[in-house]
C-alpha cells in the first residue's frame, strides 16, 4: 500500500481565472466532486426546506393563527417533504457515497463517471424544476403557484378537476428527474462495488459503508422505477386522457397508494442504510475496536433489504383493507424490526470494552443511537394495525418520522460531516462549535419532537393549517414550535463551522481520527486519482494491519 | 464526557403523563385516544397500553445497557493510548439478541392479531343502526336509508347499552378526493375514497358530543373539516330522527326570504326537503337549525355568522367550495330569516 502523494502540477496550477474553476466543476467526472456537489445542492435544499418548516410552525404557533393562508400552508408542507426526501436525503447520501465509496475500496473512480455526473444533473433539474413551480405553475397568466397536493400527492388530487394548472405538474416531473438520477446513480454504485474492490478486498473484507450503499442501491433499482412509472401514469392521466388515477372516470385512488409506497417505505431503508453505514464505521474508531460481529451486520442489512420490500402497506391500514391483509402487514413490518435491533445490539457491543472517544462525531453516534432507539419502539408501535387506525396521520406519526429522519437520519449525517471534513477539505471542524451545535440540536430536537408526540395522541391530524382551542393541543405546539427555532440556531453554527473551518481550521493531516479504513491512507484531500498505486489488503482494516504489525487483523478474520 | 441524558423521557413516564392528561381531558370536547368511550376505542386503547408496557420495557433494557456502556468504557486520560482488546463477535451473544426480538414480535403479533380481527370481524346485529357517511371538500354528508333522514356535519346516533346494542354500522364513501372519519373516543380512522365503499361500526357507551374531524389530506380546507357525533339516549335519538323527517318549515312570515333562496344560485348546491331546492353538492338545509355549528363546524351556528357566511365564505373559511353570494342587504336579511326557521 501506498501513502505518499505525487504531486501533478499540471492539475494543482494556482491562480487560474474562476470561470475555468467553474468550467472544471461543470463538466467533472469526478467522483470526488460530483459527489462534493451533490452535498452542496442537498445543503443549499436543506436550508430552503427548512425555512419552510420554520414558517409552518410559525403557523401553528397557537390556534387559528393566520400568518399564512391555507393554500399557501398546503404548498408549504408539500414543497417541505418533496424538498427534504427528493434533493436533501437522497443527493446528500449518494453525495458521500460517490465520495468515499471508491476511496473506501480502494478505487480511482466510479466504474461509469460519465453516467455519475449525468445522474447529478438530472437531478439538480429536477430539484430547479420543482421551485420553478413558484413561477410557472399555473401557466404563463401570472400567478404562479407550487404543487398543494401533499408529498404523497395522492389520487384523485392530481386529477385535472381538483388540481388545475401546471403546479402538480412540476412535481411530477422534478421527482422522475430525481427518480432517474438515483436509479443511474444506484447502478454505478452497484458496479463499483462490485468490480472495482482492490487486489485482497473480497466482498468478506469490504468495509460496512461499502455494503451497506450495495444493498440501498439494490433498493433503489427495485423501488424507484415503479415511483417513476406512476409519474409516467399520472402524466399518460392529465394529457392523455388515462384513467389509471382519474377516480371520476373510474379510476383507482389505492392504485396510487400502492405504488407510492412500494416506493415509499422501502425509502426510508434507502435512506437509513446509508447512515447505517456512517454508525458502522465512525463507532468503531471512537471505540478503539473493529466492529462487533461484521457478518450479522452484513446479514441483518440484507435481511432489512428484504423484509423492507414487503412492508409498504402499513402506510395504508386506514383504507379498509381486510383482516388479514392487516394482519400480514403488521408482521412484516415488525419483523423489520428485529434485524433492525440487531444492528443497534451489535453497535452497542462495538462500544462495550472499548475506550470511547467523545469527539463531535462520535456525540452524533451517541445521540443517534439514542433516538434512532425510541423511533423504532414508536415504529413497533405503529406497525400494530390497531394502533396505527388512531395515530396514523396524526401528529404521532409526524413525530415518530422526524425522529427516524431528524433524530436518526440526519444525527448520522452530522456525525459524518464532522468525521470526514478533515479528508474532504484537508482541515478540522471546529471541536468546540461542532459540541455547542450538538448540544444546541439535541435540545432542540427534543423539545420539538418528543412533544410532538403528544398531539397526536390528543386526536391533532397532520396536514392542517390551523387547529381548533380547547383541545389541549395549544400549548403543545408553542413548545415545538420553540424548539425548531433552537435547532435553526444549531444549523446555523453548523453552517459557520463549515465554512469558518474551511479556511481557519487546524491542519488535518492524512489520518486525524488514527482510523482504518483506505481513504485515511491518501492525503487530505485526496489528489484527483486517489491512489497513486493501487493498495491491496489483507483484512477488514488495512490500516490496522499497518499501524500494528505484530498484531494483523488478517490472522482473525 | 456527559451524554444527553436529562433530555430523553423514558415512553413510560410519557405514557402516564399522557394518561394523567387524558384524564384531566375527558370532558366532552377530549379528542384523546386515550379517553375511549366505545368498544372499538376500547380495544385499541387496551392494546396500547400492552403495545406500551412491551415497547417500554424495551427501552428501559437498551437504554441502561447503551448508557451503561457510554459512561463505563469512555476512554480516560491514563488509558496511555492503548488500545482496548479487539473483540470481533460472539455467536452466542448474537444468537441471544436475535432470538429474544423474534419471540417480542411473535408476542406482540398475536395481540395485534385478536384486536384486528375483534374488531373488523365483528358481526352486524340485525339491531344495528345504518349510516351512509359521504365525504366531500370541505364537508360531512350523513344519510340514514332505513330512517329516510339526510343531514350533514353533525352525526347523530343511538347509545348503545350492552344489555340490548345498537351499534351505529357507518358505510363510508366519497364525493370527490380521500377524506378520513376520525373520531378518537369513538373508534380509530378509516378512510373515505372514491369509488370504494369502506365499513366501520361505533358503539357509545355514554351520551355526550363526541369531537374529531377528517384525517386524511382532502384539499385546501382540509382542516376546518371538523366532525361532530351525538351520541343520545334512545328516547332523544328516536325524537331526532322523527323531526329529521319533517319537510323543512313553511312559515308564511319569511317567504320572501323563500322566494330569494329559490331564486339564486343556492338552490344548485343545497336542498331543503318540500321546496324546490334539491342540490346535492353542499349540505342539505332542511334542519339548519338543529346543527350547532355551520362550515363544518368552521363556525357556531349564529345568526351573525350565518350572515357573514352567506355574505363571505372566506371570512370563516378560506377556500370553502361555498361561494360570497354576494346578495343586497334586504335579500341577505330574508335568507337568513329563512334559514333560522329551518328547525
Redesign the interface.
Known amino acids: 500500500m501506498s501513502t505518499e502523494v505525487i504531486p501533478i502540477e499540471a492539475l494543482q496550477a494556482a491562480g487560474k481565472p474562476w470561470t475555468e474553476t467553474l468550467h472544471e466543476w461543470v463538466t467533472t467526472v469526478d467522483h470526488k466532486r460530483l459527489g462534493l456537489l451533490y452535498i452542496v445542492l442537498a445543503l443549499l435544499f436543506l436550508v430552503v426546506g427548512g425555512v419552510e418548516a420554520l414558517i409552518m410552525r410559525i403557523q401553528l404557533v397557537h390556534a387559528h393563527n393566520t400568518f399564512v393562508?391555507?393554500?399557501v400552508f398546503?404548498r408549504l408542507f408539500t414543497m417541505h417533504g418533496t424538498t427534504m426526501i427528493f434533493f436533501v436525503a437522497m443527493p446528500i447520501l449518494f453525495g458521500f457515497a460517490n465520495y468515499l465509496v471508491p476511496l473506501m475500496i480502494g478505487a480511482r473512480d466510479m466504474a461509469f463517471p460519465r453516467l455519475n455526473a449525468f445522474s447529478f444533473w438530472l437531478s439538480a433539474l429536477g430539484g430547479l424544476l420543482l421551485y420553478f413551480s413558484l413561477l410557472g405553475g399555473s401557466g404563463l397568466y401570472g400567478a404562479g403557484n407550487a404543487p398543494?397536493v401533499?408529498w404523497w400527492a395522492?389520487a384523485?388530487?392530481t386529477a385535472k378537476a381538483?388540481s388545475p394548472g401546471h403546479s402538480s405538474d412540476y412535481w411530477t416531473i422534478a421527482v422522475m428527474l430525481s427518480g432517474f438520477g438515483s436509479v443511474g446513480t444506484a447502478i454505478n454504485i452497484i458496479a463499483t462495488i462490485l468490480s472495482m474492490r482492490c487486489p485482497g478486498m473480497h466482498l468478506g473484507r469490504m468495509p460496512l459503508l461499502a455494503w451497506l450503499n450495495l444493498v440501498m442501491s439494490g433498493m433503489v433499482l427495485i423501488t424507484v422505477t415503479p415511483l417513476t412509472a406512476a409519474q409516467l401514469m399520472l402524466l399518460v392521466d392529465r394529457y392523455l386522457g388515462g384513467h389509471f388515477f382519474d377516480?371520476?372516470a373510474?379510476?383507482?385512488?389505492?392504485l396510487w397508494m400502492h405504488f407510492f409506497w412500494i416506493f415509499g417505505h422501502p425509502e426510508v431503508y434507502v435512506l437509513i442504510l446509508p447512515c447505517f453505514a456512517f454508525i458502522s464505521e465512525i463507532v468503531p474508531v471512537f471505540?478503539?475496536?473493529?466492529i462487533?460481529?461484521?457478518?450479522?451486520m452484513v446479514g441483518a442489512t440484507i435481511c432489512i433489504g428484504f423484509v423492507s420490500m414487503s412492508v409498504w402497506a402499513h402506510h395504508m391500514f386506514?383504507?379498509?383493507m381486510?383482516?388479514y391483509a392487516?394482519?400480514f402487514f403488521?408482521?412484516t413490518t415488525?419483523?423489520v424490526?428485529?434485524p433492525t435491533?440487531?444492528k443497534?445490539?451489535?453497535w452497542?457491543?462495538t462500544?462495550?470494552?472499548?475506550?470511547?472517544?467523545?469527539k463531535t462525531p462520535m456525540?452524533f453516534c451517541?445521540?443517534f443511537?439514542?433516538q434512532f432507539?425510541?423511533a423504532g419502539?414508536?415504529g413497533?408501535?405503529l406497525a400494530?394495525?390497531?394502533?396505527?387506525?388512531?395515530?396514523?396521520?396524526?401528529y404521532f406519526v409526524v413525530a415518530h418520522f422526524h425522529y427516524v429522519i431528524v433524530g436518526g437520519i440526519l444525527f448520522a449525517l452530522f456525525a459524518a460531516f464532522y468525521y470526514w471534513y478533515p479528508k474532504i477539505t484537508g482541515r478540522m471542524l471546529s471541536e468546540s462549535l461542532g459540541k455547542l451545535h450538538f448540544?444546541l440540536f439535541?435540545?432542540g430536537f427534543?423539545a420539538t419532537f418528543?412533544t410532538m408526540?403528544?398531539p397526536g395522541?390528543?386526536?391533532?391530524?397532520?396536514?392542517?393549517?390551523?387547529?381548533?382551542p380547547?383541545?389541549?393541543w395549544d400549548a403543545l405546539n408553542l413548545v415545538v414550535s420553540v424548539g425548531t427555532a433552537i435547532q435553526a440556531i444549531a444549523i446555523l453554527i453548523f453552517v459557520w463551522n463549515l465554512i469558518s473551518s474551511y479556511w481557519k481550521g487546524a491542519r488535518a493531516g492524512n489520518d486525524p481520527w488514527d482510523a482504518w479504513t483506505l481513504e485515511w491512507s491518501v492525503a487530505s484531500p485526496p489528489p484527483a486519482y486517489n491512489f497513486a498505486s493501487i493498495p491491496a489488503v489483507a483484512s477488514r482494516r488495512p490500516l490496522w494491519d499497518l499501524k500494528?504489525p505484530e498484531?494483523p487483523?488478517s490472522l482473525?478474520? | 464526557m456527559k451524554f444527553p441524558l436529562k433530555s430523553f423521557e423514558p415512553p413510560g413516564r410519557i405514557a402516564l403523563s399522557l394518561v394523567c392528561l387524558a384524564a384531566a381531558g375527558r370532558a366532552d370536547n377530549s379528542t384523546s385516544i386515550f379517553a375511549p368511550a366505545a368498544t372499538p376505542a376500547h380495544a385499541i386503547f387496551g392494546l396500547s397500553m400492552f403495545v406500551l408496557a412491551v415497547t417500554g420495557l424495551i427501552f428501559v433494557v437498551v437504554f441502561t445497557l447503551l448508557a451503561y456502556a457510554v459512561i463505563k468504557f469512555r476512554g480516560r486520560a491514563g488509558d496511555g493510548g492503548r488500545e482496548p482488546a479487539q473483540v470481533y463477535g460472539s455467536t452466542q451473544i448474537e444468537l441471544a439478541w436475535t432470538v429474544i426480538p423474534v419471540l417480542i414480535v411473535v408476542v406482540l403479533f398475536l395481540a395485534t392479531a385478536r384486536v384486528i380481527h375483534a374488531i373488523q370481524d365483528a358481526p352486524k346485529p340485525a339491531s344495528a343502526v345504518d349510516v351512509t357517511v359521504i365525504g366531500h371538500q370541505f364537508w360531512w354528508e350523513f344519510r340514514y336509508p332505513k330512517l329516510g333522514i339526510v343531514t350533514a356535519n353533525e352525526m347523530h346516533i343511538p347509545v348503545s347499552d350492552p344489555a340490548h346494542p345498537t351499534p351505529t354500522f357507518l358505510k363510508l364513501l366519497s364525493a370527490d378526493t380521500d377524506h378520513s372519519f376520525w373520531v378518537p373516543t369513538l373508534a380509530g380512522k378509516t378512510d373515505l375514497i372514491p369509488n370504494r365503499v369502506n365499513e366501520m361500526w361505533l358503539d357509545p357507551s355514554r351520551v355526550g358530543i363526541y369531537l374529531g374531524q377528517c384525517a386524511q389530506y382532502c384539499g385546501t380546507q382540509h382542516a376546518k373539516m371538523l366532525l361532530r357525533v351525538s351520541v343520545d339516549s334512545a328516547a332523544d335519538f328516536d325524537r331526532w330522527v322523527r323531526a329529521e323527517q319533517q319537510a323543512g318549515a313553511q312559515d308564511a312570515k319569511v317567504v320572501a326570504g323563500k322566494r330569494v333562496f329559490e331564486t339564486t344560485a343556492c338552490i344548485n348546491c343545497h336542498a331543503i326537503n318540500g321546496t324546490a331546492a334539491d342540490g346535492r353538492f353542499g349540505p342539505d338545509l332542511t334542519h339548519l337549525m338543529s346543527r350547532a355549528t355551520l362550515a363544518s363546524g368552521g363556525a357556531e351556528n349564529t345568526s351573525a355568522l350565518l350572515r357573514l357566511w352567506i355574505q363571505n365564505p372566506d371570512a370563516i373559511k378560506p377556500g370553502s367550495l361555498m361561494p360570497a353570494m354576494k346578495l343586497n342587504d334586504a335579500d341577505l336579511d330574508a335568507v337568513v330569516a329563512y334559514l333560522e326557521t329551518l328547525r
Open positions: 393562508s391555507p393554500q398546503n398543494d401533499g395522492y384523485p388530487l381538483f377516480t371520476q373510474g379510476g383507482s385512488a389505492v471505540s478503539r475496536k473493529p462487533f460481529g461484521y457478518p450479522v386506514t383504507i379498509g381486510n383482516s392487516n394482519s403488521t408482521i415488525m419483523a424490526g428485529i435491533g440487531i443497534i445490539f451489535n452497542l457491543g462500544m462495550w470494552g472499548g475506550r470511547i472517544q467523545f456525540l451517541v445521540g443511537l439514542f432507539l425510541i419502539l414508536t413497533i408501535m400494530s394495525a390497531p394502533f396505527d387506525w388512531q395515530l396514523g396521520n396524526s448540544w439535541v435540545i427534543h418528543d408526540h403528544i395522541i390528543l386526536g391533532m391530524p397532520r396536514r392542517i393549517y390551523t387547529y381548533e380547547g383541545r389541549g500494528h498484531d487483523d482473525y478474520e
